[in-house]
């Protein structure tokens, strides 16, 4: 019982984590696709 519910557990944080590291990633992403586009827009005009 204990150890499967460890086992549980540490699947629970493995994927917690792998959320937040994705998460991070599409927020970095956005951020970065949106200041190119605003300074490519800037510039354009």
Known sequence: ?????????????AA????RRGALLWLGLTAALGLATTLMGGGGA
Do not use: P
């Open 1 to 13: 019982m204990g150890e499967g519910r460890g086992a549980d557990v540490d699947a629970i944080r």
């Open 16 to 19: 917690v984590a792998l959320v």
